[in-house]
């Protein structure tokens, strides 16, 4: 049932997602994520192309997911299929289902998932109270200690528009810096899918609204529309990932083709 999704108060996974969290809201902090952005984002790691980059998450089961236990490789093609069947006119919004959590491909590159995977937020002001947790895991932050990032808008100006925010680091916004790096030619509206989909306190709670400016709010919509699929075709019915292959990857030659930088 819907309401039983994303449950953060028990459950079978319950003790693996909460240690998960404390890392992350621990150590996800304005000079951390500064550091990644300067790590990763010249896309200088890799080469591989994208259908490759998502069967390598066959090896991935996410350690922040309370609702799966299984790899994340199933999910892309669940969620995907989702899509076509509800938007069977709109292919780039089917491949944004695919490929949405590629970044976690970081976590099969020594990076620790809690730099990986998980719902993201704002660094570099007051963290909200709609983020999972957040009054029992960013005590030892020391972000949450500086006087400069305990404000409403911290060092950012009142509807700056979240292209000028630093969130926490993650997948979202390293598949986002790949495509723009490889000039995918993902519309506007799916490359705010891939970028802000973990970014529950801002599309399901309604927090910083007060850092968006007008492009993010006409955006929203579609994030929303996304997050049905992300979160509601988890299921333990595993798709034939080998029968769907052929019709995902003409999609990915037409939106992102090629050997990619990574």
Request: hydrophobic share 30%; net charge negative.
């Amino acid at each position: 049932e819907k309401e039983e999704y994303r449950n953060f108060v028990d459950g079978s996974l319950f003790n693996r997602v909460f240690k998960t969290y404390s890392v992350m809201h621990t150590n996800q902090t304005v000079d951390f994520v500064q550091q990644k952005h300067a790590e990763w984002t010249h896309c200088n790691h890799s080469q591989m192309g994208m259908m490759d980059a998502i069967m390598s998450l066959d090896q991935l089961v996410d350690e922040s997911d309370p609702d799966v236990d299984f790899p994340n490789s199933f999910h892309a093609f669940q969620t995907a299929e989702g899509i076509r069947k509800e938007h069977p006119d709109k292919d780039w919004f089917q491949l944004v289902g695919l490929i949405h959590d590629v970044g976690k491909i970081l976590a099969l590159w020594d990076e620790p998932q809690w730099a990986v995977v998980g719902d993201t937020f704002p660094v570099g002001c007051k963290f909200q109270k709609s983020i999972v947790f957040r009054d029992s895991t960013f005590q030892d932050n020391p972000d949450e200690k500086n006087p400069k990032y305990k404000t409403e808008y911290g060092i950012y100006e009142p509807n700056c528009g979240l292209d000028k925010v630093l969130m926490s680091w993650g997948h979202d916004e390293y598949l986002y810096r790949v495509t723009k790096f490889n000039n995918c030619s993902i519309p506007e509206e799916g490359l705010y899918m891939i970028r802000f989909h973990s970014f529950y306190p801002w599309h399901s709670h309604g927090d910083y609204t007060h850092l968006c400016n007008d492009k993010d709010l006409q955006m929203l919509p579609w994030v929303k529309e996304f997050n049905k699929f992300d979160l509601y075709t988890k299921t333990t019915d595993l798709p034939n990932v080998d029968e769907l292959r052929p019709y995902y990857q003409s999609l990915i030659d037409k939106y992102c083709p090629r050997v990619l930088q990574w």
